[in-house]
């Protein structure tokens, strides 16, 4: 118990450190939510002009829900992507405040080490999306008087669990590749968000897109998070939803483990730790 105690605290000292830098970096903090509220209102005033672009008269109500068919998928959307963003490039922060080498051949358990950076992560991800949410509010009608919010809930930490599992893999890249792996990172994740259905239906999608899509848990989530608000769903009409995304974070996390802990290895071996070009 002693020794577990010390494992959380050595954690949790991540997560310090993960707010001063917050702290320092302040001002990109603050363009970074500017713009996370600047692109979510943008995608809600398209379901408003509805009634423009179809060029003809459309039910109040299907407005409506079309503005919060789109917010469900960019806020739910926007708190994944930071998730896998923010763990993503968990090596490239240390090689910009040229910490790295004191991080990785300090006595840490790297399991611990992740699992604070992750409990930083899923705090910022959540600050930012109640912010934007908030803050959308105030500008777009939103109805959420069918919403089941458990439901939507228990979806998004599904969600998270997996996408910290994709996160720490993605991670590695930049130990492998060492000019090229936060790029190849970001490629990932741009087409997760194409065949995700984030602002669409995955039917609209290609055929190969749709099969892409079956192997994201995105899919999953923000299609269960619109059942759960916009229809009120429960948790067993949600269970087809719940899991797949479910066995890709039961999956993704350690396996994502294992290849950031032998990556790191070779990278030590190799002399890429530090390098960044």
Partial sequence: MTAMGGQLGLAYAFVEREIALSKRYWAWELVWLVYGIVTSLSVAYIGLALPTISGGAV???????????????????????????????????????????????????????LIGMCGATLVRATAF????????????????SRANVLSAVVLLAVGAMAFVGLGIASASFPLLW????LQMAYIVQAVVLLVSGVYYPVDVLPGWMQALSTISPA?????????????????????????????????????????????????????RLKRSG
């Fill in 178 to 181: 060492t000019e090229k792996g």
């Fill in 59 to 113: 039910d109040p109500a299907v407005v409506s829900r079309t503005v919060l068919y789109l917010l469900v998928g960019t806020i739910a959307w926007r708190f994944l992507g930071i998730i896998f963003e923010n763990i993503g490039e968990v090596i490239a922060w240390e090689r910009w405040e040229g910490t790295i080498e004191h991080t990785f051949m300090s006595p840490v358990p790297r399991f611990t080490h």
């Fill in 129 to 144: 999306s109640i912010a934007i949410l908030g803050a959308v509010t105030l500008f777009v009608p939103v109805d959420l």
């Fill in 219 to 271: 899919t999953y989530v923000i299609e269960g998070m619109r059942m759960a608000l916009l229809d009120g769903a429960d948790l067993v009409t949600l269970w087809p939803k719940v899991w797949p995304a479910l066995v890709v974070g039961v999956l993704s996390v350690p396996l994502g483990l294992r290849l950031f802990i032998e990556v790191e290895r070779y990278a030590k071996r190799t002399g």
